[in-house]
């Protein structure tokens, strides 16, 4: 079975250029989390959906905003691009959703990311 | 808000050696906590889930315990293998608080080089 799936690999951008990342999950799975993580650090959540609804949102700008597809697939749209925005852009996907409403022991499975590159 | 540690930031030992990482977390109301690895750019690989109820989890030769009062987590690697060599993250799960899904919240990493 194919794992997570997120295009492109790699990407360079100018700054004040958008940008779409896209995502496809495991097949069968509903829920689609996006983390940043900037070089030396660990991942920092962005947006989790789950049965195309956003269901969490993490500490970033509006500039950053997500969706997801009847598909269960995803798309992650960064606006006005800065500098800092440089980092490896991660997706995961997992069998139910990350919410304590949902059962919380599905284990996230990671895709090998999208590195953006802004100049 | 969550804040995990995790100590040391590098490890480098010889093949052969039993090994342990430490994950500290500030607050204690949590899910579970996970343990992943990843290799250089690449994405993370689940290693090991322990849901707040339990004490620890074992998949071959890793094992991770999880001390919820004292708001420790340590990953213990048995016969470490040149294969080994990756960045280990801890990542907490926090209660609901609300408003929805928070997320992970990540440590920044061991990295780990096992010598051959």
């Known amino acids: 079975d194919a794992g997570v799936t997120q295009s492109p690999t790699h990407l360079i951008k100018t700054r004040g250029q958008q940008v779409t990342l896209r995502c496809s999950p495991i097949?069968?799975?509903?829920?689609v989390s996006w983390y940043q993580q900037v070089l030396g650090q660990g991942p920092q959540f962005i947006f989790q959906?789950?049965?195309?609804?956003?269901?969490g949102r993490g500490n970033f700008p509006d500039r950053f905003s997500a969706r997801q597809f009847p598909n269960y697939s995803s798309e992650l749209n960064v606006n006005a691009l800065l500098l800092g925005d440089s980092a490896l852009y991660l997706c995961?996907?997992?069998?139910?959703?990350?919410?304590?409403?949902?059962?919380?022991?599905?284990?996230?499975?990671f895709g090998n990311g999208t590195r953006l590159t802004v100049t | 808000k969550q804040e995990v540690t995790q100590i040391p930031a590098a490890l480098s030992v010889p093949e052969g050696e039993n090994l342990v990482l430490n994950c500290s977390f500030t607050?204690?109301?949590?899910?579970?906590l996970q343990w992943f690895r990843q290799d250089p750019g690449k994405g993370l690989t689940s290693l090991l889930l322990?849901?707040?109820?339990?004490r620890e989890q074992t998949s071959g030769r890793l094992n991770a315990s999880l001390d919820k009062s004292s708001g420790r987590s340590t990953l213990y690697i048995a016969a470490s293998q040149p294969g080994d060599s990756a960045t280990y993250l801890c990542?907490?799960?926090?209660?609901?608080?609300?408003?929805?899904?928070?997320?992970?919240?990540f440590g920044k990493g061991t990295h780990l080089i096992i010598q051959p």
């Open positions: 995961a996907s997992s069998l139910r959703g990350q919410g304590p409403h949902d059962p919380y022991n599905s284990p996230l499975h």
């Open positions: 097949s069968g799975h509903k829920s």
């Open positions: 959906y789950y049965e195309k609804e956003e269901r």
């Open positions: 607050d204690s109301a949590i899910y579970n």
């Open positions: 322990i849901q707040s109820s339990q």
């Open positions: 990542a907490a799960v926090p209660m609901y608080s609300g408003g929805g899904a928070d997320g992970l919240t």
